[in-house]
């Protein structure tokens, strides 16, 4: 019998096979674990559930093998059950409030930027926007995703930075999608400050968990069933039309 729990943590070698093999099936539009890690957190914050069906191909990616997978066909589909396992337990750290330990890359010098998880994080947010709205109506946790925004914003700071004579993205748009970012809102984060902002970021995710709970009991909950008609007695006829009293058929509990 397996009795493996699907929301243990991934060990430090499956997180390594996750990683090559979302860059194996899409290497352009896939998720890197760091971002993965961090959009699934967004979703178990998130106050509305986002189903599967929606989430994955974000995942994946818009490459030939990620559709294969997508469909459960192909060399990729037992990837799933690495990701699955993965959304598992970041969901499962969020729930028992112990510390949240997230994925983080490193760069050659052993430091950690953080930018991948808060954009993950953030593209998470965009699968339900509306639903996160509640957090502005409450002093005590309007700014609590700030240092997730920093990061994002730090991240397409350093893109800007790349561009010629300085300007933000190509001809000097205002980000990605030629919208404005508010990139003038946040400074640049220090190095000496960027495992502080991390920290404050992960803080400010549990507390937002933890505020969303019982909006996201309430979706989760099933809905009331509504039974329509006079309720029938025990020694009623039954309505399924057997011809037997309502407590010898289905009201005696068997499946008929």
Known sequence: MNT?????P???????TLETRLVAI???DSMAVEELDGFFAALACCPLP????EWLPMVLGDAPRAHEALRGEGEDAA??????????AVATMLYEGKGFAPVLAHDEDGNAWGNAWAIGFARGMAMRPDA?????DEEDFADAL???MRLV???QLSEGDEGEDGEDGEDGEDGEDGEDDDDDDWEPIADDEREAVIHEMLDGVQDVYDFFTEARERALAPAAVRRDGDKVGRNDPCPCGSGKKYKSCHGAGTLH
């Open 10 to 16: 991934l060990t430090d070698a499956e997180i390594e």
């Open 132 to 136: 996160w709205m509640a957090l502005e």
């Open 79 to 88: 990837l799933l059950k690495l990701v699955e396992r993965h959304r598992a």
């Open 50 to 53: 986002v189903p599967r069906e």
């Open 153 to 155: 914003a730090d991240a």
């Open 4 to 8: 493996l729990s699907q929301d243990r």
């Open 26 to 28: 899409d290497p352009d």
């Open 146 to 148: 700030d240092p997730v």
